[in-house]
């Protein structure tokens, strides 16, 4: 296997560079769980306008589950996290370079595509108003090598049945592939370095949407998350406990589906030293892994 192969000398050097530029920010706690109550009613804020009427889930009882200690890694505090592998991979440091997680579970037809392993939390709501508004991080494992790649995993936030998890300003998915270092850059943070204190490899940052509702009666929420190409190296998104309310009408509050939130701050520029070859490495042991499978 290449990873008995490196160097101890060049392995000592870059698990030194991982240790010495990972943040010193809180580290997210993670409690994995399938109830897809406890899922859904950490979402809505307080006298958010919203009322659950029914909840279900789909997926690994482990791939799923609610987290706290986001702010200085995501943006945001607490909330719930879904992957098409582990809930607690998420956790940092980023000290592997591709995580993954076979559930032998099957895809989402919800997500377009052949995929693996989905997680999918369905959630029917009566609003008090005309809008909705969410925020919510993506994140994983495939970046940065296999942008490009069939290994495009996905996330959808479906309101009636419509997609919101778009880039800002845009009718482009959320995927691998749209979002990443070369492609709507602005809205990426590259980790491979291990600066934000996740073990994944990058990720988006807030991202938020405004959805029409159909006021005083029932409306259908679907979030899915599935792996693309294969079961392998696993993705997650982060749903911003609080953040789902509605907003725009009189007496409510502004919605958020304008321009998303200031990104997380870039790594400073030290951490750069370490970046290509953390990278390099990473990249040459997730293929090898592959074709080791």
Known sequence: MFRNKLPLALASFVALSFAALTTQADPLVVTPTNSAATLANTLPAVSSGIFINSSSYTGAAAASGTFTGGTGILGFESGIVMTSGAATTVIGPNNQGGVGVRNGLPGSPLISGTNFDASVL????????????????????????????????????????????????????VEIN???????????????????????????????????????????????????????????????????????GTGQPPCNGGPPP???????????????????IAGVRRRQARRDE
């Not at 988006?204 to 190296?233: C, E, H, K, W």
């Open 122 to 173: 369905t959630i029917n709501f009566t609003p008090a108003g005309n809008n909705i508004s969410f925020s919510y991080v993506f994140s994983s494992e495939e970046y940065n090598e296999f942008v490009g790649t069939d290994f495009n995993d996905a996330f959808v936030f479906l309101v009636n049945g419509t997609n919101y998890a778009l880039i800002p300003g845009t009718s482009t998915p």
């Open 262 to 280: 200031s990104a997380v701050p870039e790594p400073a520029t030290m951490i750069l030293l370490g970046t290509g070859l953390a990278g390099v």
């Open 178 to 248: 749209t979002v990443n270092l070369n492609s709507n850059s602005s809205f990426y943070i590259n980790n491979v370095s291990g600066a934000l204190n996740t073990q994944m490899d990058g990720l988006t940052v807030v991202l938020s949407f405004t959805a029409p509702v159909n006021n005083g009666v029932v409306n259908t929420l679907q979030l899915a998350i599935a792996d693309r190409g294969d079961d392998q190296v696993d993705s997650a998104v982060f749903l911003q406990g609080g953040s789902l309310r509605v907003c725009g």
